[in-house]
């Protein structure tokens, strides 16, 4: 199985902050990563697929970069709707696996 | 509107046996491939089914393989999941999800999610 690490596991940031969110894979994924938002009590949304593609209806301050091991998610300028749990997930092989999250809190 | 309402979630004791529906409305659904992710109370997504568009390919999370069967009736615009011999590690929010177009497999629609808990 593909293992996926986060790191950090959890930040404090302020309104405006440039955030950046790091998921290395066990062994090379291509470019099959995808990432993910996910709000107490809400269902998760795609933000990324393909490392770097913007799914539509995201804001652009979004943006995935990344290939192979190791990629980023990176929040340009925070606001307040983006505090949040992030997660990577790769879509390479089966079993599909998620990292274990990234926890974007309010400085 | 794109829409997935997952039902069928409930109380059940160890051993038991729950079955999980997603009704689908918005789109095609016969086109699109469909799985469950789960969520345990505070922890992270987890990965537990998929199925492609004509059920030719059916894949399991190791943690549920033999226990889980999922299915979907295209007819319907209906995705299920029939759980058996449940077990506490099983409780979790269980959501449907469908699959990108293309070949990344992505989950680019989910559904509110259903909570399943297994308890004595």
């Known amino acids: 199985d593909i293992q996926m690490t986060q790191s950090p596991s959890s930040l404090s940031a302020s309104v405006g902050d440039r955030v950046t969110i790091t998921c290395r894979a066990s062994?090379?994924?291509?470019?099959?990563l995808n990432w993910y938002q996910k709000k107490p009590g809400k269902a998760p949304k795609l933000l990324i697929y393909?490392?770097?593609s913007l799914q539509s209806g995201v804001p652009s301050r979004f943006s995935g970069s990344g290939s192979a091991t190791d990629f980023t998610l990176t929040i340009s300028s925070l606001q307040p709707e983006d505090f949040a749990t992030y997660y990577c997930q790769q879509s390479y092989s089966i079993p599909l696996t998620f990292g274990g999250g990234t926890k974007v809190e309010i400085k | 509107e794109v829409q997935l309402v997952e039902s069928g979630g409930g109380l059940v004791k160890p051993g038991g046996s729950l079955r999980l529906s997603c009704a689908a409305s918005g789109f095609t659904f016969s086109s699109y491939s469909m799985n469950w992710v789960r969520q345990a109370p505070g922890k992270g997504l987890e990965w537990v089914s998929s199925?492609?568009?004509?059920?030719?390919?059916?894949y399991y999370a190791d943690s549920v393989k033999g226990r889980f069967t999922i299915s979907r009736d295209n007819a319907k615009n209906a995705l299920y999941l029939q759980m058996n011999s449940l077990r506490a590690e099983d409780t979790a929010v269980y959501y449907c999800a469908r699959g990108a177009p293309g070949d990344q497999q992505a989950f680019d629609i989910w559904g509110q999610g259903t909570m399943v808990t297994v308890s004595s």
């Open positions: 199925i492609s568009s004509s059920s030719s390919y059916i």
């Open positions: 062994q090379s994924i291509s470019s099959y």
């Open positions: 393909a490392a770097s």
